[in-house]
RNA sequence: GCGGGCGUGGCGGAAUGGCAGACGCGCUGGACUUAGGAUCCAGUGGGGAAACCCGUGGGAGUUCAAAUCUCCCCGCCCGCACCA
């Protein structure tokens, strides 16, 4: 017998399935599809040891599913364009184009170490032009909607990278680049940006898909719906208004004062002479906030008095008005009205202030004397409330907030804690967007039949903070489209988000060059059966993506809204020390060495045993050893004769009881495939290996009973180890892959045994078992386990309280 | 603070309310070997000579029976964090 010789082994089968076009992936209409789909790379150099964790399975995923019948798309690509080539660039002087394609390059050839069943003819790079010219397309088709706009606007900006940001890519209370970890800052630019706030209140429905409920969770959090009121406050004595949103329009009787951001327009107009200088003292600090860190969670809500008063709709009182940076001017109007009785931040504010705190909800059970605790943000009764007290808090909404709008020029309004998508940068690496300013007619868009907008490749990259683009004269100066005069480019190119949320479309077609996408691959492709990836994307390239679907269905393109059905997130492999990888700790793991080392099935099947894919966990340098040894246990016992092996503790199987393991076998690995549950599928597989090796030298051994389980082990393997499964199965004599060969079927009347174990306990406690024909009745097993040596010594000539009898499992007999 | 997840041997982890610790790593002893970081056999939660007792972060509860269900507490991880 020959050594298990992986390297020969993977290298061979590699190169076979590449002849042979293996995993050439073409509609088929007699087969039902499936689109597994996980995260594309961006193209750093290095395949990590993460790129195979998210990889690895999805590709047994997409295999097994292969083997269940379906046709299968698992197409992979490269995402890239974007800042550290661009950087490199810079550093190195290497230009980012040669920086990505060599890296490119690279990575395609770990990619196929892993013996993924990728069909690399759909490879997707987004750096090409044949590429982004659909960006470019879809910027048109938007712009053409009014979903892409230019606005001037306070937006995030980060000094490391130099440029701009959309909100979702600022994390954190204090606002970092998601990048680079810098603090971002806030700048007046002219910006382009999607208008995916038009889709917000659809982005909040997810009832056509299975999402995780953490992913749906933090998307609705991130957009933030609310419902409640808008209404104007008139300043007293003057023309002035400003107007305020609530979400508790039924506490508006517990107004005891009004906050204009720092930043509001009015607060100039309303301060009064004497309390200028100390308002606009305010304001100036308030302005440094954003640029100090705002580390302190516990900051003290403070502000100052403007001098100014408005007056309260309903009871026409005065109302003082004051300046404070915990409102932002960033959300609602800008002003609110301060109900600190019930708001948490408005009670604080008006502690630290010295104003009054009128209580106008009491608890649902209040009995209208005692006292109860302040702030009370709950539902209650209103109290205190004119007219309009003793109506639970809902009602009191409904009335109060008829009242205001009637009053105060109010309406009811939802506002969403979701911005428009800033897509604009101000980097050379991403898509120019195709717009061109003209002295004439202003902004006007490229001609599609003008697309693609051609990145110039001969940029110069000096460390200035400025776009290349802006500089490259040629590329700068264009005429209009329109009236033929002297005009300018946009120099700004596309957040790569853009890039990613459609990427899963032109592998459909990647090369068509008349439409972003087959329309009859798509309509039988499509959508995404199955998406895999990090949960770090959640709020970003997820909400992206199902926004373009939506805009990509509202242009005709697709019939369906969601753009992946189902999204399963892999968790994160941690270094052996249990800390994240990274170069700077020097606690990397290298596939390249375990490959080289170990072979590409023994790191899959280890990555898929080690931990539930949702899980991660540290990496095991000794824990990789079982996957090995676990894959020449089965090259030995496949392969060869194995000798003098297997447990000796009990009786080998009969070859019934060897087909009813098969069986049963197939029926656990497969359920735990389809939960994504490699690590006790293998598990299984381990354990009917070590039950064949018992069986080596019996009878059983080499009869059709062992046949059919050797085939079977084999086939349940090949998701995870495709190569040493496929040589194994050839050596068996088969002549087509395995790759091709159908996924055993569990027989449903071979599972069950004649006899079963009966665990007997008494008192709760496990005393004894007992082997008894499956269909025996829980009378019989009652009176079966009573009978029991150990029972009868226990009970010592009594009566046991109680007998539960469980058919199949267990008795319980309860003394004393 | 709010939302979500998780706490099981020396380690990674298994367990439709029904035998806790499957499978693997590591470790101990043995076999085979010139050799072993190969392979094979046996053992391996803790205590105890044994019968048996104790054990799933801590405490209470429901149940014939709880890692699993309920409540309280502790710890760790992730997300959001002045969103009116």
């Not at 209103?382 to 009602?395: Q, V």
Request: proline share 7%; aromatic share 12%; glycine share 6%.
């Amino acid at each position: 017998m020959a050594e298990y010789d992986f390297k020969a082994i993977e290298s061979k089968w590699q190169k076979a399935w590449d002849e042979q076009g293996l995993y050439r992936q073409e509609v088929d209409r007699q087969r039902p599809k499936y689109y597994a789909l996980t995260m594309l790379p961006y193209p750093s150099g290095d395949l990590h040891i993460g790129h195979w964790y998210a990889m690895a399975p999805s590709d047994a995923n997409a295999r097994y599913h292969r083997m269940r019948g379906y046709n299968v798309l698992f197409p992979m690509g490269f995402d890239a364009f974007g800042l550290p080539a661009e950087n490199a660039a810079i550093k190195r002087g290497i230009h980012p184009r040669t920086w990505t394609m060599k890296n490119i390059e690279n990575m395609r050839r770990q990619l196929r170490s892993m013996g993924a069943m990728f069909d690399w003819r759909r490879e997707v790079v987004t750096c090409v032009p044949e590429y982004y010219k659909w960006n470019q397309w879809f910027f048109l088709q938007m712009y053409k909607r009014g979903l892409a706009y230019k606005k001037m606007a306070p937006v995030d900006f980060c000094p490391k990278c130099n440029t701009t940001l959309a909100r979702e890519q600022v994390v954190g209370p204090e606002r970092l680049c998601e990048r680079c970890d810098t603090p971002v800052v806030k700048k007046d630019l002219d910006q382009w940006f999607f208008r995916i706030t038009a889709y917000a209140d659809e982005l909040l429905d997810f009832s056509k898909i299975d999402w995780p409920e953490r992913v749906k969770t933090m998307q609705a959090n991130w957009i933030g719906r609310s419902e409640g009121v808008e209404f104007d406050f008139q300043v007293r004595g003057t023309e002035h208004r400003f107007r305020v949103f609530t979400t508790r329009i039924d506490t508006i009787y517990g107004v005891s004062f009004a906050v204009l951001a720092p930043e509001h327009p009015l607060v100039d107009e309303v301060t009064a002479p004497e309390n200028r200088s100390e308002v606009e003292a305010y304001q100036y600090k308030a302005s440094r906030q954003s640029e100090i860190d705002r580390l302190s969670t516990e900051r003290e809500r403070d502000g100052v008095f403007t001098g100014a008063y408005a007056i309260h709709p309903l009871t026409g009182k005065d109302i003082p008005i004051y300046v404070a940076d915990y409102v932002l001017m960033s959300y609602g109007t800008g002003a609110i009205m301060g109900v600190p009785a019930h708001d948490e931040r408005d009670y604080d504010f008006a502690r630290r202030m010295g104003l009054p705190i009128p209580a106008v909800v009491a608890p649902p059970d209040w009995d209208g004397q005692s006292s109860f605790g302040l702030p009370y943000v709950e539902p209650g009764v209103s109290i205190n409330s004119g007219e309009f007290s003793n109506l639970p808090t809902e009602e009191a909404k409904k009335r109060i907030g008829n009242a205001v709008i009637e009053k105060a020029n109010g309406k009811w309004t939802v506002h969403y804690r979701l911005r428009d998508w800033l897509i604009s940068r101000q980097r050379y690496w991403g898509t120019p967007i195709p717009i061109v300013y003209c002295e004439r007619c202003g902004i006007v868009p490229v001609p599609e039949e003008d697309l693609p907008v051609i990145l110039p490749d001969d940029a110069e990259f000096l460390p200035t903070g400025e776009s290349p683009l802006k500089f490259h004269e040629k590329f700068l100066h264009t005429t209009c489209p329109r009236c033929g005069g002297p005009a300018e480019r946009e120099t700004d190119t596309m957040d790569t988000f853009v890039d990613s949320s459609w990427y899963h479309y032109r592998y459909l077609s990647p090369h068509r060059d008349d439409v972003p996408f087959d329309p009859e691959e798509a309509a039988y492709w499509l959508p995404v059966d199955q998406y895999t990836g990090g949960v770090e994307h959640a709020v970003m390239h997820l909400l992206y993506t199902r926004f373009f679907t939506k805009v990509m269905r509202d242009l005709g393109l697709v019939n369906f809204d969601e753009p992946m059905i189902r999204l399963y997130n892999q968790g994160i492999i941690l270094a052996e020390d249990g800390a994240r990888m990274s170069k700077s700790r020097g606690n990397v793991v290298s596939p390249d060495d375990l490959v080289e080392r170990y072979g590409a099935d023994a790191v899959r099947t280890y990555l898929m045993f080690m931990a539930p894919w949702d899980q991660g966990g540290p990496w095991s340098s000794r824990g990789i050893g079982g996957a090995v040894r676990f894959l020449d246990r089965v090259w030995r016992l496949v392969a060869g004769k194995p000798e003098g092996a297997g447990d000796k503790r009990s009786a080998p199987l009969e070859a019934a009881g060897l087909h009813r393991l098969t069986h049963r076998t197939i029926q656990k690995v497969t359920e735990d495939f389809d939960h994504f549950r490699f690590n006790t599928a293998i598990a299984s597989l381990m354990e009917f290996t070590n039950e064949l090796y018992r069986l080596v030298g019996t009878p059983v051994y080499g009869s059709p009973a062992w046949e059919e389980a050797v085939d079977d082990l084999l086939l349940m393997l090949a998701p995870i180890a495709p190569h040493i499964t496929e040589e194994l199965w050839h050596q068996r004599g088969h002549t087509t892959s395995i790759h091709l060969a159908a996924w055993p079927v569990p027989d449903v009347s071979a599972l069950a045994d004649d006899t079963v174990t009966i665990v007997v306990q008494i008192n709760g406690k496990v005393r004894d078992r007992f082997e008894a024909p499956v269909n025996v009745t829980a009378d019989e097993l009652a009176r079966l386990a009573l009978a029991l040596p150990k029972v009868q010594a226990v009970l010592d000539g009594r009566a046991p309280r109680k007998v539960v009898a469980v058919p199949g499992h267990i008795v319980n007999v309860v003394v004393g």
